[in-house]
């Protein structure tokens, strides 16, 4: 049973809003900040979020990103093609005492 | 410009050992906490290992404890994981990345270093 649950898969038409969950529990995202990565074939995963809702320099006003609970939300606003990667929720676990990753989900732009 | 650089990868056969190491350049080394995370191919990240800025507090993911040690060396602006008795499923790209602000957020990663555990 993995630490965080996301989607495998999410898709979008170019222009619309795409919105990836990840679930967790009371003794990570509950507890923690979470933070987001993009991820292209090939590359090294990029901090796209941190501290739940903050984007690093460069990264566009289009990815924010939210936590309620045990749960925390990554939104695409106005999806573009050059979009289409691997996301990833990531935070620390306190009972446990460990990094966790989400499984990934991969966008698709239709 | 911040840069991290893995180095120590290779093939190595299933109960062996390897010693990655990672050079920082670019910012003050001693004053953030440091993470080792691996990419297995055609999977998501896992989180392998963390260090605090002095060394003080070490975390290792299950799937490693007792088996690998991270540590590092501020003089040397140097982070390293030592890696024994080494499977199969450890098979993978190893990035060292930086932590900025404690919060498990990982800034900078290096291009990585792979390490393929085969016999």
């Known amino acids: 049973q993995p630490l965080l649950t996301q989607p495998p898969s999410v898709s979008a038409a170019p222009g619309q809003k795409v919105t990836i969950s990840c679930s967790g529990s009371s003794s990570n995202i509950g507890s923690r900040y979470v933070s987001w990565y993009q991820q292209f074939p090939g590359t090294v995963p990029k901090l796209l979020i941190y501290?739940?809702?903050k984007r690093p320099s460069g990264i566009p006003d289009r990815f924010s990103a939210s936590k309620s609970g045990t749960s925390a939300t990554l939104d695409i606003t106005g999806v573009q093609t050059g979009d289409e990667a691997d996301y990833y929720c990531?935070?620390?676990?306190?009972?446990?005492?460990?990094?966790?990753f989400g499984g990934g989900t991969k966008l698709t732009v239709l | 410009e911040v840069r991290l650089v893995e180095s120590g990868g290779g093939l190595v056969k299933p109960g062996g050992s390897l010693r990655l190491s990672c050079v920082a350049s670019g910012f003050t080394f001693s004053t953030h906490s440091m993470n080792w995370v691996r990419q297995a191919p055609g999977k998501g990240p896992e989180w392998v290992s963390s260090m605090t800025s002095s060394g003080s507090h070490i975390y290792h993911a299950d799937s490693v404890k007792g088996r690998f040690t991270m540590s590092r060396d501020n003089a040397k602006s140097s982070l390293y994981l030592q890696m024994n008795s080494l499977r199969v499923e450890d098979t993978a790209v190893y990035y060292c990345?930086?932590?900025?602000?404690?919060?498990?957020?990982?800034?900078?990663w290096g291009q990585g270093t792979l390490v393929t555990v085969s016999s």
């Open positions: 990345a930086r932590e900025p602000r404690g919060n498990q957020d990982l800034d900078y």
């Open positions: 990531e935070t620390w676990d306190g009972s446990l005492e460990v990094g966790v």
């Open positions: 501290d739940n809702d």
